[in-house]
């Protein structure tokens, strides 16, 4: 079944880039939404955004400024950065699959297989 | 301050039925499908329920989701103690920027 491997850097200072990458083994690549979410110490979870097989992008509102979500279908991977990270975005971070589908005017969105988070921590 | 309104924390004895209520508005729960997960304490989040009321192949039927304009309800019968988790349930808002939202959570305790 399709499983999510992610890694990246787990300790940054004020105002670094936080780089997180997530390789998908065990199916396919295209077809799907493949997200980003953030979840703070003792919080909820956080959408952060999105991207499909064929580079299309969607982002949280509140981070679009400072998020790139970008992918690499040649190995079946896609990776965030979010740049000037302060304490606030010290959190664990998944990644996960999306599907989307629905109907016209109407959306359904669910993350069916996610990755096992990593946790980042901003800390002068 | 999360887009969608859950209660903090629910409880109820083993054996019983628990309902947690997610509450949102037009742009989001009132005409998009809503799904629900459960993250297990130190564990990422599981999908319990797509579409306002799908099962996922291997969650059991004890597990169930409905929606009424713009509020969505998670039920859970025969309570376990492993059923101690949080809950988020989770949909698209169609705003002007279309995103995905969450609830913020409700932590159900098995008593």
């Known amino acids: 079944q399709v499983q999510l491997q992610q890694w990246g850097a787990g300790l940054l200072k004020p105002s670094e880039t936080l780089s997180l990458t997530c390789a998908v083994y065990?199916?396919?690549?295209?077809?799907?939404?493949w997200s980003w979410i953030r979840q703070p110490p003792g919080k909820g979870l956080e959408w952060i955004g999105e991207?499909?097989?064929?580079?299309?992008?969607n982002y949280n509102p509140s981070l679009k400024s400072r998020v790139t979500i970008s992918v690499d279908t040649s190995k079946n991977q896609f990776s965030l950065k979010l740049s000037s990270v302060t304490a606030a975005d010290t959190a664990v971070y998944y990644c996960?699959?999306?599907?989307?589908?629905?109907?016209?005017?109407?959306?359904?969105?669910?993350?069916?297989?996610w990755g096992k988070g990593t946790t980042v921590t901003v800390s002068s | 301050q999360s887009v969608l309104t859950q209660p903090p924390s629910v409880s109820a004895a083993p054996g019983q039925k628990v309902t947690i209520s997610c509450s949102g508005s037009?742009?989001?729960?009132?005409?998009?499908?809503v799904s629900w997960y459960q993250q297990l304490p130190g564990t990422a989040p599981k999908l319990l329920i797509y579409d306002n009321n799908k099962r996922p192949s291997g969650i059991p039927d004890r597990f169930s989701g409905s929606k009424s304009g713009t509020s969505a309800t998670l039920g859970i019968t025969g309570l376990q103690t492993g059923d101690e988790a949080d809950y988020y349930c989770g949909t698209w808002d169609s705003s002007l920027s279309a995103h995905v939202v969450f609830g913020g959570g409700t932590k159900l305790t098995v008593l």
């Open positions: 065990g199916g396919s690549f295209s077809g799907y939404y």
């Open positions: 996960a699959r999306g599907r989307r589908g629905g109907t016209t005017g109407t959306t359904g969105y669910y993350m069916d297989v």
């Open positions: 991207i499909n097989h064929s580079g299309s992008t």
């Open positions: 037009s742009s989001n729960i009132g005409n998009n499908y």
